[in-house]
């Protein structure tokens, strides 16, 4: 089945401690993201990647970094969490070149006390 | 900076009724999507709007796209309970990088 996978779905950590959350996608895709959901704001991006070791600011980048060393894989890593990343977290991928839509993944819930 | 608008933020509407979510957007584009989220879910694909005049139809929902206009409308025809959920638009730059920008999504609630 082709899908988008997050590990873990639910998370409570403390501020300062280090998290990973990951995601993998099985379709090939070369394009991956990550959003974070707040109410009242939608979605908006964190960082994006083109294909592999390619990656980019979105729009609220800042406490988060990626890495792309494989095609199907796109952690999300947060090197000291602060209660303000308390959020819902949805890794995404799709197609280049074409329009093509983005595939989310099932999220994350994130809680940083 | 491209900023995408959705209105209403909240509908609610009584099954058999007609309504249209509308969003707009601030800058060119030729690619715009919509999206369903159910309560404690993921997005989901509904339309996928790729130039000017497009329409699409799944059902009782009905999307179209004016790029001059820089508009998009979601149509819901004879609403029945289970279209509840929450609607958004993205909006595609045009710079070729996939980036997408959200509106912030219409609550929709339908009424038995």
């Known amino acids: 089945e082709a899908q988008v996978t997050q590990n873990p779905r639910y998370l409570i950590t403390v501020t300062g401690k280090k998290l990973t959350v990951t995601c993998s996608q099985n379709?090939?895709?070369?394009?991956m993201s990550w959003y974070r959901q707040d109410p009242g704001l939608g979605l908006r991006q964190i960082y994006y990647?083109?294909?592999?070791?390619?990656?980019d600011k979105g729009d609220v980048p800042e406490g988060y970094k990626v890495s792309r060393k494989e095609k199907r894989n796109f952690p999300l890593i947060l090197e000291s969490p602060s209660p303000n990343q308390t959020s819902l977290y949805f890794c995404?991928?799709?197609?280049?070149?074409?329009?093509?839509?983005?595939?989310f993944g099932p999220g994350t819930r994130l809680t940083v006390l | 900076e491209l900023k995408v608008e959705q209105n209403p933020l909240f509908l609610s509407m009584q099954e058999g009724k007609n309504y249209t979510i509308y969003c707009n957007y601030s800058?060119?584009?030729?690619?715009l999507y919509w999206y369903r989220q159910d309560p404690g879910k993921s997005l989901e694909s509904l339309f996928v709007?790729?130039?000017?005049?497009a329409v699409k139809q799944e059902g009782r929902l009905m999307a179209s796209l004016d790029t001059k206009a820089r508009l998009s409308t979601l149509h819901i025809t004879a609403a029945v309970h289970d279209l509840s959920a929450t609607y958004f638009c993205?909006?595609?730059?045009?710079?070729?990088?996939?980036?997408?920008?959200f509106g912030t999504g219409t609550r929709l609630t339908i009424i038995p």
């Open positions: 995404a991928s799709s197609l280049v070149g074409a329009a093509n839509e983005q595939f």
């Open positions: 379709m090939n895709h070369e394009y």
């Open positions: 800058t060119t584009s030729d690619r």
């Open positions: 709007l790729l130039s000017n005049g």
């Open positions: 990647s083109m294909n592999v070791e390619v990656t």
């Open positions: 993205a909006v595609e730059h045009n710079f070729g990088n996939e980036k997408l920008t």
